[in-house]
């Protein structure tokens, strides 16, 4: 399994990025996704993740409709939209799939199987 996320950078307050991840080695339809961020000295938070149970999205409670996870399931790819960036989004953003394609609160809680070396996103003020 091989996660490679790319699309990060230097962006100011309000501003918006576009993070890509480009998976390989496992099958988007059995396979949980999701995106991970931790900020330096901070723990982990679970951003986002799509269960390949029911195909639904769900997301960390301070995401709060500013960011939107989707994925192209024939190419092997997830994307985070990141909009109205503030500086405490700064973190590095990393992609991750479980085995179980379901149960992603508990993933968003917990984290995942695999996962890729993460992106860095920086928000000035």
């Known amino acids: 399994v091989q996660l490679v996320e790319s699309g990060g950078g230097l962006v100011q307050a309000g501003g918006s990025l576009r993070l890509s991840c480009a998976a390989s080695?496992?099958?988007?339809?059995?396979?949980?996704i999701g995106w991970f961020r931790q900020a330096p000295g901070k723990e982990r938070e679970g951003v986002s993740c799509?269960?390949?149970?029911?195909?639904?999205?769900y997301y960390g409670d301070f995401v709060k409709g500013r960011f939107t996870m989707s994925s192209d399931n024939a190419k092997n790819m997830m994307y985070l939209q990141l909009n109205s960036l503030k500086p405490e989004d700064t973190a590095g953003y990393y992609c991750?799939?479980?085995?179980?394609?379901?149960?992603?609160?508990?993933?968003?809680?917990?984290?995942?199987?695999?996962w890729g070396k993460g992106t860095l996103v920086t928000v000035s003020s």
């Open positions: 991750a799939a479980d085995r179980y394609g379901s149960s992603c609160q508990s993933h968003l809680d917990y984290g995942m199987d695999y």
């Open positions: 080695g496992f099958a988007f339809d059995d396979h949980a």
């Open positions: 799509i269960s390949s149970s029911d195909g639904n999205t």
